[in-house]
């Protein structure tokens, strides 16, 4: 078996998850293309889409305050560190694999840099890259059990994650909390962009956007690739102008209830958007992407490809946990403090964002797009059910009722497209 690892052969992955095919042909042939997709199992985010349109419809009409300035720029505060744990754990989620000390790790990674730089005096940079590095050095330490010596990745994640909560309580010790002091961090999840931002944001979207299509559309046109209908581009296009006009518009509304107007983009947005991308470009653009998604698909076919599968799950496991400390990073700049508790219950609505939003527990298929839209279903589930003043125990079994349904949808997927019922 030959697996196809050229990047000048990689998919625009926007235009798969709307319409694309994979052949040439107008735009009638790349839906009828798409819909067979669909009708095979393939679907994509397109259910978790729909869950969006559907809660949005409901917390609109069942709460007056849903649908208004505040609360949408909260939604997005709210969502980010869960967008970002999400998006780390479809790095692991496309090998087949797990990390269930994902949240801890980046608990642990914020509580070594508070420490240093609030107990030891160390400069606010070099503690944060301290933090970092401890995310790194986990990340290659369950790399080299689940690689090297073979051991299930849920039982030495499940492991950290156990072991790591004590590792906390050492490093925060006695206080138990410490307050974050530095402005730049702060921002994060505490300012906004100017009115005028969020239009230069917009703009550089669109910008970057059709830039990587025309780029990919030159290198398959070398590569011998067929392109898809041009007309997919401009839907594309529209799509980001639309939708991304549509929150900005809202995002620069002012939400104060005092004479101080407070409006604009919150500054967290550009930031997990950046990353977004970046992590999109690796996975869809670059030769490590493509082994990903062969490994997952199958790791005996892809390590007879001549493909190097240990090492290729050792950084996937490192990116991983790397990320995992930015998604715990993003949660303390919201509380503006650190104790020892940070990260440890997050951990399974990432795998629940990841699940919902179509990536695939069995491996190989799902995108960081599809991890974000996930982890927006449920803090949308969260923020709603909290206007409607609902008990915690509501908002848990709604999550773990959505999760289990993503999971059968995903099961049932897989059947459809030819796989094996597991008994």
Known sequence: MTIDTRTDASPDPIADDLIGSGVEGGLGDQVQAWWQRVRGGDMGALPAIGGLVALSILFTVLSPYFLTERNFANLFNQAAPLVMLGMALVF??????????????????MAIFVVLASVWAVPWPIALLAGFAFGVATGALIGFFVARIGI???????????????????VIGEGGIYRLQVPELLALQNRNLPVWGGWVMLAIMLAVSAATSFWDRSRRTRAGVPNRAISLVWIKLAVIAVVGGVVVYFLNLDRSSSVNPVQGVPIIVPV?????????????RTKFGRYLYAIGGNAEAARRAGIKVRWVKWWAFVICSTLAVVSALFSVTRVSSVDATVGRDIV??????????????????????????????I?????????????????????G???????????????????????
């Open 401 to 423: 009722g959505v999760l289990i349904l993503a999971a059968t949808v995903d099961a049932l997927s897989r059947l459809r497209a030819g796989g094996e019922m597991r008994v």
């Open 152 to 170: 299930p990745s849920f039982v030495v994640t499940l492991g950290l994650f156990l072991g790591f909560q004590g590792l906390a309580l050492i």
């Open 92 to 109: 692991v989620l496309l090998l087949g694999e797990i990390d269930l000390s994902a949240g801890v790790t980046g608990g642990v990674g």
């Open 348 to 377: 399974l609505s990432g795998v629940a964002a990841a699940v919902v939003g179509g990536v695939s527990l069995f491996g190989g298929r799902g995108r960081l797009v599809h991890a974000a839209i996930g982890a927006l279903v």
């Open 379 to 399: 803090a949308m589930i969260t923020n709603g059910l909290g206007l409607l003043g609902l008990p915690a125990g509501i908002n848990l079994l709604v999550t």
């Open 272 to 284: 997990t958007l950046v990353i977004l991308w970046a992590g999109t470009f690796v996975l869809d």
